[in-house]
Nanobody, 128 residues
Framework: QVHLVESGGGLAQAGGSLTLSCSASGRAFNSLLAMGWFRQAPGKEREFVAAVTWYDGRTNLPDSMKGRFTASRDNAKNTGFLQMSSLSPEDTAIYYC????????????????????WGQGTQVTVSS
């Protein structure tokens, strides 16, 4: 089992920045392949935002997120990060941290169903 706790959400002004953190723990942590971020706005489906491969730090983001969002991780602290910049009200959503272990090896990051563990979510609200 992997336990994930997000932090860093809150209110931001349009054009501003926020950094979310996701702290991971648990006895299954050694099998972690990647940490990912999803978001879900009211009335919309959960959307893939970014992923970072735990072993080598490679990142994967949809084109719509590139240039504004960056994913990273600190292995020593068992923590992942999502840096968000040039925020707009359209970025308002609950942001979820997720972890993928070797059960999902070879599957797509983009599908929420492939992620094995989830955090509780943190609200990000961007005002215009």
């Amino acid at each position: 089992q992997v336990h994930l706790v997000e932090s860093g959400g809150g209110l931001a002004q349009a054009g501003g920045s926020l950094t979310l953190s996701c702290s991971a723990s648990g006895r299954a942590f050694n099998s972690l392949l990647a940490m990912g971020w999803f978001r879900q706005a009211p009335g919309k489906e959960r959307e893939f935002v970014a992923a970072v491969t735990w072993y080598d730090g490679r990142t994967n983001l949809p084109d719509s997120m590139k240039g504004r969002f960056t994913a990273s991780r600190d292995n020593a602290k068992n923590t992942g990060f999502l840096q968000m910049s040039s925020l707009s009200p359209e970025d308002t959503a609950i942001y979820y941290c997720a972890a993928m272990d070797d059960q999902s090896y070879g599957t797509s990051f983009y599908s929420a169903e492939n992620w094995n563990y989830w955090g509780q979510g943190t609200q990000v609200t961007v005002s215009s």
